[in-house]
Nanobody, 120 residues
Framework: QVQLVESGGGLVQAGESLTLSCSTS????????IGWYRQAPGKERELVAV???????IYADSVKGRFTIIRDNAKNTIYLQMNTLKPEDTAVYYC??????????????WGKGTLVTVSS
């Protein structure tokens, strides 16, 4: 059973920085990809940043240049470093990891989320 535990959310002012953490119950290398999604009130969940096992990191256009996804393979932890936060970044941030099962299907795993609130 995959467990993903997020931490680091909180209330910050616009322009400030915050770093989220997601610790996993298994090796990060076991996942096809791992990353962050967010869901703002009244909106659908959206991709923020993803780190595939191979290849380049992917970022939403709205966070490019401000957010960085970081992998710490030794700690089985990923981080989302968020700089120059804006009120529109307010959302619940979810850690997501995708792993292929024995049948070859790609299975999504989710954390419970951590709330980030950016005041103007």
């Amino acid at each position: 059973q995959v467990q993903l535990v997020e931490s680091g959310g909180g209330l910050v002012q616009a322009g400030e920085s915050l770093t989220l953490s997601c610790s996993t119950s298994g090796s990060i290398f076991s996942f096809n990809r791992i990353g962050w999604y967010r869901q703002a009130p009244g909106k659908e969940r959206e991709l923020v940043a993803v780190s595939p096992r191979t290849g380049s990191r992917i970022y939403a256009d709205s966070v490019k240049g401000r957010f960085t996804i970081i992998r710490d393979n030794a700690k089985n932890t990923i981080y989302l470093q968020m700089n120059t936060l804006k009120p529109e970044d307010t959302a619940v941030y979810y850690c997501n990891a995708v792993r292929q099962d024995v049948s070859g299907r790609l299975i999504d795993h989710w954390g419970k989320g951590t709330l980030v609130t950016v005041s103007s």
